[in-house]
């Protein structure tokens, strides 16, 4: 039967080195992709690859990446919220492209600037 | 949905959401008799009789942000247009099962897709969910275990985003050495 084995586990165990735990609460910034049904249909998940590569490509260990229900704004999926320690609210991204993410990055976690033309809010919806 | 992975992620959504603790997803692809089988379980807080007659229908969800819900109709119909079947079940308290079975070579049935992304977005999501996945093709099988995982690494949590990558890359390969 395959299933991970004890030189895999060397490879996670290498590789889980290079950064620091993602806990709630411990980050600089925390993006959340959301994957209900309408995200996940418009393409969340290769959203959520692709910020995923740019917070390993970039060596940051300070992000928390996690992702969430429907945000009830189908019709914009893909969407992410991008939240920084030090900003007074939330930021809903629509619509997002990897190319899209990579510029949110650039911009938003690195500088802590706003990629006004994406956002759509300042806010969050309430998750419970 | 493009494939049967995203449906796997957007079914075990609602799983996660009914608080389940141990979520398990079973594929099995069987060339021979010609079918593949997708299971999902959880152990979350389960459907009680009425909720369950109608959540085939789009237009039934608990959720509040949005008034349809369209992952398990969504899923019994690429079941459906491929010769197959979706089939779910509950009890409130116990958790629920789905079970969607496709005719294996049918031109309509949708490609199994990128499971590993499925895997690893189900491991952010899902903070307090252990998940077990068993993938079987023709007598060959490939399991994967959070809780051991976990266990053999000495971690808390798989939530690193190097330690993902790397997971996602070698789950990758496991599935393409059972194909």
């Known amino acids: 039967m395959a299933k991970i084995t004890i030189a895999d586990l060397e490879k996670i165990r290498e590789e889980s080195r290079r950064t ?30 692709a910020v995923l590569k740019e917070v390993e490509e970039r060596e940051l260990s300070d992000i928390i990446v996690t992702n969430s229900g429907c945000a009830g704004l189908c019709s914009k999926e893909p969407m992410i919220t991008v939240e920084l320690v030090n900003f007074p609210a939330p930021v809903k991204y629509i619509e997002m492209t990897p190319g899209k993410i990579k510029q949110i990055f650039d911009s938003h976690i690195m500088k802590e600037q706003i990629v006004k033309e994406y956002a759509l809010a300042i806010g969050s919806e309430m998750t419970h | 949905m493009n ?17 389940a603790k141990n979520l398990e997803i079973f594929i099995v692809e069987d060339t021979k008799k010609d079918i593949l089988t997708l299971e999902i379980f959880d152990d979350g807080k389960g459907m009680d009789e009425e909720i369950l007659k ?50 294996y070579s049918h031109i309509d049935r949708k490609p199994l897709g990128d499971i590993a992304e499925t895997l690893v977005a189900l491991i952010l999501r899902a903070e307090k969910t252990e998940i077990l996945y068993l993938h079987k093709k023709n007598g060959k099988e490939f399991i994967f275990r959070t809780r051991e ?6 971690v808390q949590n798989l939530k690193k985003v190097n330690l993902l990558n790397s997971l996602k890359e070698i789950i990758k390969h496991k599935i393409s050495e059972i194909q």
């Open chain 2, 3 to 19: 494939d049967i992975s995203l449906h796997i992620l957007d079914v075990s959504e609602n799983s996660i959401q009914a608080g």
């Open chain 1, 20 to 49: 620091l735990v993602l806990r709630e609460g411990a980050g600089r910034a925390k993006i959340t992709v959301h994957m209900g049904t309408c995200g996940i249909a418009a393409g969340a998940r290769d959203i959520m690859s």
């Open chain 2, 149 to 154: 995982l976990k266990r053999q690494l000495g």
């Open chain 2, 54 to 103: 109608k959540v085939e229908s789009p237009f039934e969800t608990s959720r509040t942000t949005r008034k349809v819900g369209l992952g398990i109709p969504f899923l019994k119909e690429a079941a459906e247009s491929c010769g197959g079947t979706m089939v779910i079940s509950s009890a409130k308290g116990k958790g629920t099962k789905v079970k969607a079975t496709f005719k």
